[in-house]
């Protein structure tokens, strides 16, 4: 008999970006009205650098889901800081004492949306991640070389090879999360490292492959960084997710661009996918017959890795047999941004939100 109803702990996006101002406040309740907590990308204009200005992005951010959705304060954002060359040991221990900054993020430079202010130079962090390990700070990676002279399918393999393999060898005892993996080179290496290293999934790069976006004319609304690649590497992706592997959990790497910054001659990488995120998931799921595994990724694994608590209290997925209708786009004023289509009926949606055990 199949699964028609299916309640688990409150999930938490482990990688989200909600950009600022009006964007912000269009984008940011969409993942509140589902997520109890979300880790915030820090790459907004200007980066957040410091503890305080990460203090007053977190504020905005309370403020816009306040203004959505009066009276319901369950959700947390859980804030980031933005790893330059210029980052001091002082400021990470400011970061690691306030509470709320649960992460840093490396971008190499020019990998990434706002990512010019990124590191260059890894010997220049060295001390920074020295003290992170002292106080507790994991090391969030955006895992892609910014080599102009490396195929863009490859630039997650090169970065594993030049870039954190060294850095795992020279600092065993930092924690580091391998952001969005898409290839099975990225899915083996976690699978054979130690209990220092994890990976988040984004929903798209368990659906997407470079034929999605490519085959019949670009789409540019499955174009993200990294880029999605070849079968057998979303394939490699699927299994990991769905396998109950604590190593891996869910980070949505949802990304807004307005649709004039997606449809044009040099359009943004990002895809916005906040709306259709778990269902999406759950389809996911049910199709590889491992629904009894959701809770683990949406809902434990990443607390466990970030040393924080899970969720005690819970939502309802319910299969409805007609397919759910979500807005295709969502209004903001910097023009509409388009909602993640899989490209398969939707039929997992949200019934109900539980009380705290």
């Known amino acids: 008999m199949s699964t028609t109803r299916l309640t688990i702990r409150r999930p938490d996006d482990w990688h989200v970006h909600f950009r600022d101002n009006d964007m912000l406040r269009a984008v940011a309740p969409c993942t509140a009205r589902h997520f ?11 980066p957040v650098t410091t503890t305080a200005l990460a203090a007053a992005y977190r504020q905005r951010i309370l403020d816009a889901i306040h203004e959505a959705m009066p009276g319901d304060s369950r959700f947390e954002p859980y804030m980031t800081l933005y790893l ?34 990124g590191v260059r130079d890894m010997d220049k962090v060295m001390p920074v991640f020295e003290q992170m390990v002292a106080s507790g700070l994991p090391l969030s ?50 699978q054979s490292a130690g209990h220092n290293l ?59 661009h307005p649709r004039q910054a997606k449809e044009c001659a040099k359009g943004s990488g ?3 996918n906040a709306p259709t995120a778990l269902s999406c998931l759950a389809g996911v799921f049910e199709q590889e017959g491992k629904l009894e595994h959701l809770e683990s990724f949406v809902a434990l694994n990443g607390p466990a890795f970030y040393n924080q608590p899970a969720a005690t209290d819970r939502i309802t997925l319910f299969r409805q047999e007609q397919p759910l209708e979500f807005p295709h786009r969502i209004p903001t004023a910097d023009g509409p941004v388009t909602v993640f289509d899989p490209g398969f009926p939707l039929h997992w949606q949200v019934e109900d939100h539980g009380e705290p055990e």
Do not use: Q, W
Request: aromatic share 8%; hydrophobic share 45%.
């Open 198 to 256: 994890a990976a988040t999934i984004t929903p798209h790069h368990l659906v997407l492959t470079r034929n999605a976006m490519l085959a019949g004319g670009f789409r540019p609304h499955y174009y993200c960084l990294p880029v999605a690649k070849r079968a057998e590497d979303r394939s490699a992706v699927r299994k990991a997710a769905v396998s109950g592997d604590a190593r891996f959990f869910f980070g949505s790497d949802s990304a807004p």
């Open 141 to 190: 990676v955006h895992g892609e070389v910014a080599d102009a002279e490396v195929d863009i399918f490859d630039r997650e393999a090169v970065f594993i090879d030049r870039v954190l393999d060294p850095l795992r060898k020279r600092l065993p005892e930092l924690r580091i999360i391998l952001e969005h993996v898409t290839s099975a080179v990225a899915v083996d290496y976690v």
């Open 84 to 117: 330059t060359e210029s980052t001091t040991r002082e400021e990470i221990v400011r970061a690691a004492a306030s509470g709320f900054i649960k992460a840093v993020k490396l971008f190499p430079a020019g990998a990434t949306t706002n990512s010019e202010n």
């Open 36 to 46: 109890g907590r979300a880790i915030v990308m820090p790459n907004i204009v200007p």
């Open 270 to 272: 990002g895809i916005f």
